[in-house]
């Protein structure tokens, strides 16, 4: 299943740009409460051992609202206006109890709602659908939320934003005014992609996470629903950098809240981006350039094998075989352990993950030759 965007390659005007505070935050609680996800972000979490434990218990209960949906009404604003933190919590404040109830139950609850324009609200008003909620609740930790959800939203939305606030004060004010200056290069930095190379320039940056077909003027993600969405003056699509979603992006394709994609930043991407020199990417290609050599790394992909094992399945003596394997392991895409009489040689994968961000980096260097 996916979720589409339909967008003509030759109308950049259709896309506009916005990064906001609040989400920054929220998307910051996703990592600490999934840090296994955020490697990048390490430094961060562990920070965050100084939250006061109020605080840091408020966060465990409201960890359904970020673990893995994202409220979407906290998307940025499709005007491009770059609002402040406390503006922002002002027009949270405002947003109608009716929406927010049901954001806070597809994240709490759940399937029963549906996904993207299937939602369905009057599933609130079925017993099956309150029982879940009240066993989801006692998960969190609190029995309150679905009390809150059910009968009074707007309080719900109060305690959660009050969260907000003080982890706001307590350590993520500092944070943003250190990577806001990182979202508005990024920014800059795709405005000047999207003006010399093209709109989809930028998508297929974001690959595999998101797919693009410039020809066709689509872009795709898969999700848990079914949604085909055509951008359009009317409904623009609004996309945001952000230091704290990396290595996923975000995306709302429902009404009312903005159109949006949220997409790692660039000084996040290339802080994450594995990094093979250029010497040695030399010796990775050519070893790579081999067609006996590729099938041998495929059969290896697949489980670790001996040279017994890959002799006959690649057609060739074993002693040519422990020459191509030799050349593999010295490039360094396979590496080899004793198992009794047998050596088994698995791939590294790693070295593989690296190859593709490497030699991009590599084409796109100002001094390739470096």
């Known amino acids: 299943m996916t979720i589409t965007f339909r967008i003509p390659a030759a109308s950049p005007e259709l896309v506009g740009f916005s990064y906001s505070p609040s989400m920054e935050a929220v998307l910051s609680l996703h990592v600490l409460v999934e840090p296994k996800h955020h490697p990048v972000q390490h430094a961060w979490v562990r920070a965050m051992r100084r939250l006061s434990p109020a605080l840091k218990r408020e966060i465990d209960v409201f960890s359904f609202a970020y673990r893995s949906y994202f409220p979407e009404f906290f998307f ?12 922002e919590l002002r027009r949270l404040r405002s947003v109608d109890p009716e929406l927010v109830q049901l ?12 996904g993207g324009p299937g939602r369905n609200p009057a599933a609130l008003d079925e017993a099956d659908v309150r029982r879940r ?14 009390r809150l959800l059910l009968d009074e939203p707007a309080s719900l939305l109060e305690r959660f934003l009050k969260m907000l606030e003080h982890y706001w004060e307590e350590a993520f004010s500092h944070e943003w005014q250190r990577i806001e200056p990182g979202l508005a290069e990024s ?3 795709a405005g000047c ?10 998508f297929r940056g974001l690959w595999p996470e998101v797919r693009c077909a410039p020809e066709a003027g689509r872009v795709w993600m898969e999700r848990p629903h079914d949604h085909d969405v055509e951008i359009t003056p009317e409904r623009r699509l609004v ?3 952000s230091v704290y979603v990396w290595p996923h992006v975000r995306v709302n394709c429902d009404g009312p809240w903005p159109l949006g994609l949220v997409f790692p930043a660039s ?5 994450a981006r594995p990094r093979i020199p250029p010497a040695r990417l030399t010796g ?7 067609d006996t050599r590729l099938r041998t790394l495929r059969l290896i992909a697949e489980r670790p094998r001996s040279t017994q094992e890959l002799a006959p399945l690649v057609g060739i003596t074993e002693a040519g075989l422990s020459k191509q394997l030799r050349l593999l392991n010295e490039a360094g895409l396979v590496e080899r352990r004793r198992e009794g009489y047998y050596v088994l040689y698995r791939l590294v994968p790693e070295q593989v993950a690296a190859l593709a961000p490497s030699l991009e980096a590599f084409l796109h260097a100002s001094h390739p030759t470096d």
């Open 267 to 271: 000084s996040i991407v290339r802080e």
């Open 133 to 146: 909620l009240d066993e989801q609740a006692g998960a969190a930790g609190d029995q309150r939320l679905a």
């Open 284 to 290: 990775i290609l050519r070893a790579l350039a081999d």
């Open 187 to 189: 920014v800059a930095e």
């Open 239 to 241: 996309l945001a950098p």
């Open 103 to 114: 954001e806070f139950a597809v994240a709490l609850g759940g399937e029963a709602l549906g």
């Open 76 to 87: 940025p604003s499709p005007t491009g206006e770059l609002l402040g933190f406390e503006d």
């Open 193 to 202: 992609q999207i003006a010399e190379h093209g709109l989809f320039t930028l």
